[in-house]
């Protein structure tokens, strides 16, 4: 497989901070493109034309929220470069032309930009994993995790304990609209996989120094939308060679 690498990391991995380990985030960017964009492009539209049921799940509750993230999505793309839109098509950076499908908008999503998004929404005490454009995985599935709630979606993380938990609920009741927020992990894979699906019962094994081979990088932001007052997490992924 072709390796799909970024030159550098947007940030500085700074020194571990306590989960869930957010800041606050300019809304001037929330979305970024950088120098992968047209070779993530591409494996995108790849696994959604052949991996389609794995990278995409909506509860039809889901479905107005969805249809108002992807008009989040368009009314920000024209504060990025290279993206030209008019009634029915979207110009990408990369040269594509994506027809705009209201009826299928986390899959018009994914051919737009290199972020995965996931929607959450708040169902008596928990938000729950409702819809989502997930074509790049870390070593989690979205088949699995479809419909559940945040405490057994991170339950596989080892720090994630229940005070953990009851942090990132009130984290996620807390967030108000045009103020996102953003963290960022920082993990190590022996391949450059970018679709890296993995059931709980098959955890990824711990890699010893020597057998890492890439450092990938996700760059999280969280915010709400305005109308439905659902919960966006929305997913960049940084690959980088060592």
């Known amino acids: 497989m072709t390796e799909i690498l970024q ?8 020194p571990k901070r306590s989960l869930p380990a957010v800041a606050p985030l300019d809304p001037k960017n929330l979305i970024i493109i ?10 995108r539209e790849r696994l959604i034309k052949d991996h389609k049921k794995d990278v995409t799940r909506l509860d039809s509750m889901a479905f107005e929220v969805a249809q108002e993230l992807l008009d989040a999505v368009l009314n920000f793309l024209p504060f990025l470069d290279g993206f030209k839109i008019t009634k029915d098509i979207v110009e990408c950076p990369d040269g594509r032309e994506v027809s705009l499908n209201c009826s299928e908008p986390l899959l018009t999503l994914g051919h737009l930009v290199q972020c995965d998004f996931c929607i959450l929404q708040k169902h008596k005490d928990e938000h729950i994993l409702t819809g989502a454009i997930l074509c790049f995985p870390s070593s989690w599935s979205l088949e699995e995790q479809f419909l559940r709630p945040l405490s057994i979606i991170h339950g596989p993380i080892q720090t994630y304990n229940k005070d953990v938990g009851r942090r990132v609920q009130r984290l996620f009741d807390g967030i108000k609209p045009q103020k996102p927020l953003w963290r960022f ?3 190590y894979y022996d391949a450059p996989d970018l679709f890296q699906p993995r059931k709980t019962a098959n955890r990824r094994p711990q890699l010893k120094i020597s057998e890492r081979r890439f450092l990938r990088s996700e760059r999280q932001v969280l915010f709400r939308l305005p109308q439905s007052q659902s919960v966006i997490f ?6 980088l060679k060592l």
């Open 234 to 239: 929305a997913i960049h992924t940084h690959v």
């Open 34 to 43: 950088d120098s992968a964009y047209a070779l993530q492009m591409a494996e």
């Open 185 to 187: 992990n920082e993990l």
């Open 7 to 14: 030159d550098s990391l947007p940030y500085a991995l700074n």
